[in-house]
């Protein structure tokens, strides 16, 4: 496979996942806003927070009101992590591989920027917020489906499971590092009916909520911390996460598991092993936002050592010629 091909299929991906995790977070704050007790001022700026956009909101936006942040996150085209801009940058990854995904996956990416797109032109309705963000999630799901259904599942298919789990973990760390440290109005709080309606909100931004009742019945933030980090069979926890991007990572290269043959499978079997052996009362001891920040580093050395390993542009030999493919 061409590395141009590679790269524009992982980051495909990435983006749709990207827009799709948005969606969740504006959604579920939305809602919550719905159970907060009278008299608490509604919390927007850590919606900009968890994308790692704040400087920027900052630079352009007054305040981090609930009609900045949703255009922000929604609709603005300068804003690279938008909803808006991720499909668009993803339909356009789609659009220069089109032989490498199936008419089906063309006709829905296509159909759900376009949607997108007709919302901005005619301006946010916040009276149909919830039914605009769950088609958006919809649309995102029903992707993600037909890439399972469609696509041969061959290197192409990897790439893009890859890229699609690795930016869902770098999400869900990013949710629980803001929930932690900035959602909560004081100390005082913790632990009282306002944490439970926040840490549900958690849940719920990782459509867990359900899954984790069934599996832990009460809410209990030391159970939820080990849900969505640790647990083996969630779709949606960072370590599963992990587990089936190192799977789809050494498909692609071929190395054994337990082995690594390229920077990228070194840096995600340590990070795998670190979190197969470190117990979620060790990760709160130590500190939860170290932890989570030590996490999206690690991610983004994954990521590097992915365009290194597959991407880059490599010469021939050192005199002459460059390999087949670009990156991005």
Not at 172 to 185: A, C, G, M
Not at 189 to 200: N, R
Not at 252 to 274: D, K, W, Y
Not at 294 to 313: C, P, R, V, W, Y
Request: glycine share 6%; charged share 25%; net charge negative.
């Amino acid at each position: 496979m061409l590395s141009r091909v590679a790269n524009s299929i992982y980051w495909m991906s990435r983006y749709i996942e990207r827009a799709e995790n948005v969606a969740r977070f504006v959604d579920v704050n939305l809602q919550m806003m719905l159970d907060l007790p009278s008299g608490l001022t509604e919390q927007w700026e850590p919606l900009v927070i968890i994308t790692g956009d704040d400087k920027p909101f900052a630079e352009r936006y007054a305040g981090a009101t609930r009609e900045n942040v949703i255009q922000f996150l929604t609709f603005d085209t300068k804003n690279p992590n938008s909803i808006l801009s991720s499909l668009r940058a993803a339909r356009e990854n789609a659009r220069t591989v089109r032989e490498a995904v199936s008419p089906e996956m063309w006709e829905q990416i296509n159909t759900c920027y376009l949607m997108v797109n007709a919302a901005a032109a005619r301006g946010y309705d916040l009276e149909d917020a919830d039914r605009f963000f769950s088609e958006i999630k919809k649309a995102s799901l029903l992707f993600d489906g037909l890439a399972d259904a469609t696509m041969l599942h061959d290197e192409g298919w990897h790439f893009y499971r890859m890229g699609r789990f690795i930016e869902r973990a770098d999400k869900t760390s990013r949710l629980l590092d803001v929930k932690y440290f900035i959602l909560l109005p004081a100390a005082t709080d913790v632990g009282t009916a306002l944490d439970d309606i926040q840490w549900a909100a958690v849940l719920r931004s990782a459509s867990a909520f359900e899954m984790y009742r069934q599996r832990h019945g009460h809410i209990e933030p030391d159970r939820i911390l080990h849900f969505l980090l640790l647990d083996l069979e969630f779709p949606r926890s960072i370590n599963y996460c992990l587990t089936h991007a190192g799977l789809s990572l050494h498909a692609i290269s071929g190395a054994p598991a337990g082995t690594f043959c390229n920077s990228a499978e070194q840096h995600l079997g340590r990070l795998q092993a670190e979190l197969a052996y470190t117990p979620v009362e060790q990760i709160i001891a130590e500190g939860l936002h170290e932890f989570l920040d030590g996490l999206q580093t690690k991610l983004n050395m994954i990521d590097h050592g992915i365009f290194e390993s597959f991407f880059a542009l490599r010469p021939l030999d050192g005199r002459r010629g460059f390999a087949h493919g670009e990156g991005q």
